[in-house]
């Protein structure tokens, strides 16, 4: 009896485990929806922002002798020092969600390594930090309680510094390392390379098809701070884009969770009704064994 009593706390135990990982599926697929709703809001922007920057830079490009010589626009060939920023989630139970981009940053790091490359690492999420803090990793920053709150003006004082920092020639360039939202059940992995900006992607535009009215000598000035705002607008899409596809990765573990728990239920009253008939079979058995000697 007392083996029927262990699988009887068992099955308990485990329909418990099932409710509550039911219930974080249904809160993750509710705070899916609008973090999905704002990442595509969000979307649209940063594609707007690109059109101009690539607009003034390609204007610049073809009327300028030498091309653009902003130091947001070169090509450093043998970079000294940069910034790695990456973004995991302040929480777990959402599968590989926050492995995959550690694993990114980790070959990051051993690429530059190679190339005899100092990397400060700034760290936004919990999960991320908590991994390289304990396998010794040295991180410039960290920052936590923002990647599951992402807020435009901690995210714009947070890049500040690597932007500052570029702009005065203390590092050579600056990465973004995250999980993003691709679909309902796919996450993507990115690697921005925001700084410097690779200026070939831009094309030579006709002045009279320019959305934009520009005086020549103020589109320097313009380009910079639309730079500014691009890659800080980039760290803050990054957050929004992660937190969707982290509450896709956790309602995905938790319906994986779900089914296991309702599974191994199963399996255990199984196991339950087996033990208890067996139970029955032997106390019938001890019963007639019993009348039997008294005969």
Same mark, same amino acid.
């Given at each position: 009896?007392?083996?029927l009593?262990?699988i009887?706390?068992?099955?308990?135990?485990?329909?418990?485990?099932?409710?509550?990982?039911?219930?974080?599926?249904?809160?993750?697929?509710?705070?899916?929806?609008?973090?999905?709703?704002?990442?595509?809001?969000?979307?649209?922007?940063?594609?707007?922002?690109?059109?101009?920057?690539?607009?003034?830079?390609?204007?610049?490009?073809?009327?300028?002798?030498?091309?653009?010589?902003n130091?947001?626009f070169?090509?450093?060939?043998?970079?000294?020092?940069?910034?790695?920023?990456?973004?995991?989630?302040?929480?777990?139970?959402?599968?590989?969600?926050?492995?995959?981009?550690?694993?990114?940053?980790?070959?990051?790091?051993?690429?530059?390594?190679?190339?005899?490359?100092?990397?400060?690492?700034?760290?936004?999420?919990?999960?991320?930090?908590?991994?390289? $803090? &304990? +396998?010794?990793?040295?991180i410039?920053?960290?920052? #936590?309680? *923002?990647?599951?709150?992402?807020?435009?003006?901690? @995210?714009?004082?947070?890049?500040?510094?690597?932007?500052?920092?570029?702009n005065d020639?203390?590092?050579?360039?600056?990465?973004?390392?995250?999980?993003?939202?691709?679909?309902?059940?796919?996450?993507?992995?990115?690697?921005?390379?925001?700084?410097?900006?690779?200026?070939?992607?831009?094309?030579?535009?006709?002045?009279?098809?320019?959305?934009?009215?520009?005086?020549?000598?103020?589109?320097?000035?313009?380009?910079?701070?639309l730079?500014?705002?691009?890659?800080?607008?980039?760290?803050?899409?990054?957050?929004?884009?992660?937190?969707?596809?982290?509450?896709?990765?956790?309602?995905?573990?938790?319906?994986?969770?779900?089914?296991?728990?309702?599974?191994?239920?199963?399996?255990?009253?199984? $196991? &339950? +009704?087996?033990?208890?008939?067996?139970?029955?079979? #032997?106390? *019938?058995?001890?019963?007639?064994?019993?009348?039997? @000697?008294?005969?």
């Amino acid at each position: 009896m007392a083996n029927l009593k262990d699988i009887q706390r068992q099955i308990k135990s485990v329909s418990n485990t099932q409710k509550t990982t039911r219930a974080m599926k249904l809160v993750s697929t509710a705070k899916l929806r609008r973090a999905e709703e704002l990442a595509k809001r969000s979307r649209l922007y940063a594609a707007k922002m690109n059109q101009v920057i690539a607009e003034i830079a390609g204007r610049i490009k073809c009327n300028k002798v030498g091309g653009i010589d902003n130091r947001c626009f070169l090509k450093i060939e043998n970079p000294k020092i940069v910034d790695v920023i990456f973004v995991t989630a302040d929480k777990g139970l959402c599968g590989g969600f926050n492995i995959q981009t550690i694993k990114a940053v980790k070959k990051l790091l051993s690429e530059y390594e190679e190339r005899n490359v100092k990397v400060r690492l700034r760290g936004i999420g919990k999960k991320g930090i908590e991994f390289f $803090k &304990y +396998n010794e990793v040295e991180i410039f920053d960290s920052v #936590t309680d *923002l990647s599951s709150k992402p807020d435009k003006k901690r @995210s714009d004082n947070f890049i500040l510094s690597s932007i500052e920092d570029f702009n005065d020639g203390k590092i050579d360039g600056l990465h973004i390392v995250y999980n993003g939202y691709k679909n309902i059940i796919t996450q993507e992995l990115h690697v921005n390379h925001l700084l410097p900006v690779d200026s070939d992607q831009f094309e030579c535009t006709e002045v009279q098809n320019s959305i934009l009215e520009i005086e020549a000598q103020d589109e320097e000035h313009m380009l910079t701070s639309l730079v500014n705002k691009y890659v800080e607008y980039n760290m803050y899409y990054s957050l929004i884009d992660s937190l969707a596809a982290e509450h896709s990765a956790r309602m995905q573990a938790m319906d994986a969770a779900t089914n296991n728990a309702k599974e191994m239920v199963k399996t255990l009253n199984v $196991k &339950y +009704n087996k033990a208890r008939q067996a139970a029955i079979t #032997t106390e *019938l058995i001890e019963i007639i064994s019993g009348v039997e @000697s008294m005969k």
